[in-house]
């Protein structure tokens, strides 16, 4: 593999590397007043970036064509998918962002910046072949994630979460790092390939302490319970624009992370980290519907569906086949779709001087007073539920139809039956919505980018959708088919 | 007409109006909602009118494959015709039925009925697995708004109530379909009524399945959202609730339990026996000591689907038939009862029986119709509630005298709570002055009382016109039950064709 080819498989990188630090220069010379415009040239490239790893996508691209820099980085379909929806939450964040913080005057330049190093930090974790790939990946990820989360100088609540957000974080990435020492130790390699191949047969019990400590910090990263404890908290601290973030983009990319290393690297031992996927799945499951019954503040409930979700993706995982990694990939996008359109609407909802609204009661009575936006909320919380005909039961039937395929019926049983505890804090914020005398709190007037972008949010979650279904499996089982590749 | 895709054009049509009721003002809601549902209806007759009886068994089949893992496909035979007729037959009559009671929030409201029809007709027409579970499900949304937001006092924790003990019953039967897909390799209706799955896989199957039925139905012990639902909705939801969608279970039982697992299905018959016989004896007892109208009735539907239910698990033809005559029956006569009561709340504003009294004195035409829904509630010969209990318990007999005999009391106690409702409610004195004082039918009442009353004197004078649609289907459905059919207990003998036996045996009956 020549050097020329390996630099135009990491053009996406490339691209987001040197824009990035071209616009860092644009920001300390033009100063805060150019981050709007700093703002747009990030979804540019983030866009000229969605293209250059559409292809491969589509190509259903995968082997040993793949891989860049001695098969340490790959440019695989199932890292175009992974990226796809990386650059698409990363740009959401990018437009919802000014308008939330200009009304704080604490729009800064370097937002943009720490979104385009972020979602490169993230393009390298799907992309990772090595588990060092890995973390220098996930390391450019989680600083700038810390920093994005106390963002609001001015606000409390912010500094909190960043700060808690840092410090469980650092300890995760260290649980992670000592699995990898591990894993070195008794591998003798840090590639993913390398890792296959050494971990046939009989592991030893170092081997399997490794295993278990990098899927422990990989599972902090996706707020899988029981490492889900710093969730609540950050998605309620950080300013919402950046939650926005959170639920979607550093999902994506950790889930991906995650994928790779279970089913790449430790692809032949499946029954040492099966059990626990499947305990993570469950307890996910049901915390995080457990949890969120109590919760009034609409962030928080966020916080605790993204757990539970979480709970149905690691469904898939469990059952380590194929089509479990496809109907993984398909819950994502559904999953970015709908944590998209549920923050745009909590975006939206704002107080009639502009602040937001963020506790559950206070949007009593909104489908009198702001129809359209309360059938929004609606249809988000539905299908969140997964309740059809709304698109957030295509994800869970996917998911279970996998599970059943692989014969885990018990654990299809079990979870598909705990979702009905989730479905119970989810009608909650309709009832409130839609039973309840108004009291008209929510005043505030939307930006036309919002509406936008809650329109296509809410579109991608309705019926309608369905008939994208054939298309975004098609493109799932190109990516899950390149995570399978036999090396 | 069989190219045309008029299923899908009836279900085109409730949608788009319910996205016009969003838009368009307030006042005119109703008509647009009125209007859908009058073309839907047309279009029902128009089905009915060219499904070619004893013809193909699967007719007006549409087929187009949209989506990953299942297709949008269409077809009906006899039995989902003729649900299709009842839900199309009392969508207008609830628009009626709404049309001056409901005064917030009007636009939503005919919007949520309206996607109602579209997916209770989806229902019974899918013949794909998954399109019928999504539409199946689906229903919860919109039944879940209409509860919450237009019901009564406690109306929350009855759309709570609803809302999580149905899906609950479905979401294993999703897990079982999963499987049965995956097992059979096609989500084909059609293919799988045909499919023998493994007899043990059969018996998990069987319970998920009925895990969703039996609180659709609903089941005694699993009915108690019923009683809460019906008593808090609206006059129009509570007619459609009675009158369609809990024909849902049952269908779902002679649409996929019966012909999909007929040996667990003769398997778990005692159960649903014990079940059915003590949802007869005990609601029919708790319904006698009723105090709220609405209540009453739900309870009465409770026992009538019991009956439903043991007529299925009679394995024979008239047990089947009998059962749908009774959902038929009972979707018209609930429904009727339910439009009953509406009536004289919209009035009142009172559910309570005791607030009312005499009303045969200052509304004597509004008790004519009330009679005679109560007595084809109770099964009057002459009446469509009679046919479909007598071949009821008629193929129950021939499997289990002592099932047949405690459901009879049903009969029996029905007749005592309906009738006890009808004295208090029509007899007596004029204990309440506002109540004396209530102005007989209206214009708008008397149109949708009397294609109800027609139609409930049609089933019982002539059921054959609701019978010959599906005689064929419910005679396959007969014989794919053959191979698992259980024992009688009658133990009835035919005897060896005697040329003259006639005559002693008429002589034999002398003595």
Request: hydrophobic share 55%; aromatic share 12%.
């Amino acid at each position: 593999m020549d050097f020329a080819r390996s630099l135009w498989l990491v053009a996406p990188e490339t691209l987001l590397s040197v824009a990035g630090l071209i616009l860092l220069l644009v920001a300390a010379w033009a100063g805060d007043k150019a981050s709007r415009a700093i703002s747009i040239a990030a979804v540019a490239v983030l866009t000229a970036c969605a293209f250059l790893v559409a292809p491969a996508l589509w190509a259903g691209a995968m082997g040993p064509d793949t891989e860049a820099f001695g098969g340490q980085y790959r440019a695989d379909a199932f890292a175009a998918f992974g990226k796809l929806l990386i650059y698409a939450g990363a740009g959401v964040t990018l437009i919802v962002a000014p308008a939330f913080f200009d009304r704080f005057k604490a729009m800064r330049a370097e937002l943009p910046l720490l979104v385009m190093f972020a979602s490169l930090g993230m393009g390298m974790m799907v992309s990772a072949g090595d588990l060092l790939t890995l973390y220098i990946g996930l390391e450019l990820n989680s600083l700038s994630a810390y920093v994005m989360a106390s963002f609001l100088r001015t606000d409390e609540r912010s500094a909190e979460a960043g700060l808690k957000y840092f410090v469980l974080g650092s300890l995760a990435s260290g649980i992670l790092l000592f699995g990898v020492s591990l894993i070195y130790g008794f591998t003798g390699g840090t590639s993913f390939a390398g890792i296959h191949d050494a971990l046939s047969g009989q592991m030893a019990t170092g081997a399997l302490f490794g295993v278990i400590f990098v899927l422990a910090g990989l599972a902090f990263k996706i707020s899988a319970a029981p490492f889900h404890m710093w969730t609540p908290d950050v998605y309620e601290g950080a300013p919402t624009p950046v939650t926005t973030f959170f639920a979607t983009a550093p999902k994506v990319a950790a889930l991906g992370l995650l994928m790779r290393v279970s089913l790449e690297a430790f692809g032949q031992q499946t029954f040492a980290w099966q059990q626990v996927v499947i305990f993570a799945s469950l307890l996910s499951i049901v915390i995080g519907a457990l949890g969120a019954i109590g919760q009034n503040n609409i962030k928080r409930l966020m916080a605790y569906s993204s757990i539970n979700n979480v709970g149905f993706i690691l469904i898939g995982l469990a059952v380590a086949t194929q089509q479990g990694a496809s109907a993984m990939l398909v819950y994502l996008a559904i999953y970015v779709a709908m944590s998209v359109a549920g923050f745009v609407v909590i975006l939206l909802l704002r107080d009639e001087n502009g602040d937001q609204v963020e506790a559950i009661s206070d949007l009593a009575g909104l489908s009198k007073t702001r129809p359209w936006l309360a059938l929004s909320l609606a249809s988000v919380m539905f299908s969140l539920a997964g309740i059809p005909p709304l698109f957030g039961f295509w994800g869970k039937f996917v998911v279970f139809k996998a599970a059943v395929q692989a014969d885990f019926i018990a654990l299809a049983a079990i979870g598909i039956a705990a979702s009905v505890i989730g479905a119970f804090y989810y009608l909650k914020v309709v009832k409130v919505m839609y039973f309840d005398e108004a009291i008209d709190k929510v005043r505030g007037k939307g930006e036309l980018s919002h509406t936008m972008l809650l329109v296509l949010a809410v579109l991608a979650n309705s019926p309608l959708a369905y008939l994208g279904t054939k298309c975004l499996g098609a493109l799932a089982d190109n990516a899950a088919a390149a995570l399978f590749y036999a090396y | 007409m069989m190219g045309f895709p008029i299923l899908s054009l009836m279900l085109l049509v409730p949608l788009v109006a319910a996205v016009a009721c969003l838009v368009v003002p307030r006042e005119q809601a109703r008509s647009v909602a009125l209007i859908a549902t009058f073309i839907d209806f047309v279009l029902g007759m128009i089905l009915w009118a060219n499904y070619d009886i004893g013809g193909a068994q699967w007719q007006f089949t549409e087929s187009a494959a949209l989506f990953a893992g299942f297709s949008w496909k269409l077809g009906i035979d006899g039995i989902a015709l003729m649900l299709i007729a009842l839900t199309v037959f009392l969508m207008p009559v609830c628009i009626g039925a709404s049309w001056t009671s409901i005064d917030k929030r009007q636009g939503e409201y005919y919007a949520a009925f309206l996607v109602m029809e579209t997916l209770m007709i989806g229902v019974f027409a899918a013949q794909d697995l998954f399109l019928f579970y999504i539409m199946f499900e689906a229903g919860l949304i919109p039944m879940y708004l209409i509860i919450g937001v237009w019901g009564g006092a406690d109306r929350i924790y009855a759309s709570y109530k609803f809302f999580l003990y149905t899906l609950l019953g479905s979401v294993l039967m999703l897990i079982a379909m999963f499987w049965m897909a995956n097992a059979a390799g096609t989500t084909d209706i059609p293919t799988l009524m045909a499919y023998n799955f493994p007899v043990h896989a059969q018996t998990w199957l069987w319970l998920a399945f009925f895990a969703s039925f039996a609180v659709k139905m609903p089941m005694w012990p699993v009915h108690t959202w019923l009683p809460d639902a019906h008593v808090q909705a609206p006059t129009g939801g509570s007619v459609i609730l009675a009158g369609v969608l809990l024909k849902m279970g049952g269908y779902g039982f002679i649409r996929f339990s019966l012909p999909m697992f007929p040996e667990a299905s003769a398997q778990f018959a005692p159960l649903i026996f014990g079940l059915s016989m003590a949802a007869v004896v005990i609601t029919s007892l708790i319904a006698l000591v009723q105090t709220d109208m609405k209540k009453l009735i739900a309870y009465s539907s409770v026992a009538h689907m019991a009956i439903v239910t043991v007529g299925l698990f009679a394995f024979n033809v008239q047990g089947l038939e009998g059962s749908m005559i009774v959902m038929l029956s009972h979707g018209l006569v609930a429904g009727a009862l339910f439009l009953c009561v509406g009536v004289i709340y919209d009035r009142l504003h009172t559910r309570e029986i005791d607030r009312y009294g005499g009303l045969s004195i200052n509304m004597p035409r509004y008790s004519v119709f009330f009679l005679l829904f109560t007595m084809a509630s109770i099964g009057l010969p002459g009446t469509s509630g009679f046919v479909g209990e007598f071949l009821s318990l008629i193929g129950i007999y021939q499997i289990s005298s002592w099932v047949a005999l405690v459901c009879t009391t049903g009969i029996i106690l029905g007749a005592a709570y309906m009738l006890y409702l009808y004295r208090r409610v029509a007899y007596g004195v004029q204990k309440n002055a506002d109540a004396a004082a209530m102005p007989d039918l209206d214009k708008r009442e008397w149109a949708m009382m009397v294609p109800l009353a027609v139609v409930v004197l049609w089933m019982g004078v002539y059921p054959e016109s609701f019978l010959a649609p599906m005689r064929k289907d419910i005679a396959a459905l007969d014989a794919r039950l053959a191979q698992a059919k259980p024992k009688g207990d009658a133990d009835v003998k035919m005897g060896a064709a005697k040329p003259a036996a006639h005559e002693n045996m008429a002589h034999g009956g002398a003595h």
